[in-house]
């Protein structure tokens, strides 16, 4: 049995797309509407099932929905604020966006304390972006953090984790500040090193057909994360910078702590390092068995 007659999905890439793929396969709305500016997006989406219609005016189509999913970049959320304030204020919304303080903030400046806004971040994605990103079961197993204001109804909590649980995820609460501080260490920092890293490459001064040749399965197990959007990718690093200098000046001092013991020869205090990380990484890893 649907949950939702109308779920609206704004912005079709690989997370909104994948919503709106998993919100029909799985029967949670009778119609999902698609909204983006590219009409050639809304187009595709249509022709390869994902939405059930499409509108390239978004407050035309605000008017039937009774769920709306924002997912698109964060620059751009507050202005659907904007218009959602004005054509329709009591309209359920949660956006996916991955980083929460500001979204936040600006939902209850503008939405205000007793809107139905609940903001989300469900941990999946990919390095592809883009409507051809777009994956089946993306959600399924994975965490998702909702991040409640002060003034979030109990009522919409328990919607919004219903939602998120219809999709085979497993929702969790947090603070939007202990999101933000969290995701900078776990998600936004692995990206801005990989980013350093691969610029080593290109500045290193050596013959790119020789270095290729060293180049193996590690170096590109380790960098995947590197093609991902830049554009997506400068706007997390900008919204959340305050964290990401806190997290940064802890791996320098992390990195400076490993070169000093290299420059001091201490082989074994370097091993013993290296063994309480690999376990701490294996650990990750029997966590994740356990969902």
Known sequence: ????????????????????????????????????????????????????????????????????????????????????????????????????????????????WNSNFVSCHPIAGSEKSGIDAVKERLFENKFVIVTPSEHTREENLLKVKEFWRLLGSIPVIMSPSEHDRLLALTSHLPHLVVYSLISLVEESGEKRERLSNCIGTGFLD????????????????????????????????????????????????????????KQIREELDEKGRDI
């Open 1 to 112: 049995m649907s949950k939702f007659k109308n779920v609206g999905i704004v912005g079709l890439g690989l997370i909104g797309g994948s919503l709106a793929l998993e919100i029909k396969k799985r029967g949670i709305a009778v119609c999902v509407t698609g909204f983006s500016k590219r009409l050639s997006t809304l187009k595709k989406a249509k022709e390869q099932g994902l939405i059930d219609e499409y509108l390239v005016n978004f407050e035309d189509g605000l008017k039937d929905l009774d769920f709306l999913v924002i997912a698109t970049p964060i620059n751009v959320i507050k202005n659907y604020f904007v218009q959602i304030k004005r054509c329709k204020p009591a309209l359920f919304v949660i956006d996916v966006a991955s980083v929460k303080e500001r979204v936040v903030k600006d939902a209850d400046a503008i939405l205000g």
């Open 222 to 277: 380790t960098t995947r994360i590197g093609k991902s959007s830049p554009e997506l990718w400068t706007e997390i690093f900008m919204a959340n910078k305050k964290n990401l200098f806190f997290w940064i000046s802890k791996f320098e001092q992390n990195l400076s702590e490993i070169k000093e013991m290299l420059g001091k020869n201490s082989c074994e205090k370097l091993t013993e390092k290296l063994k309480i990380l």
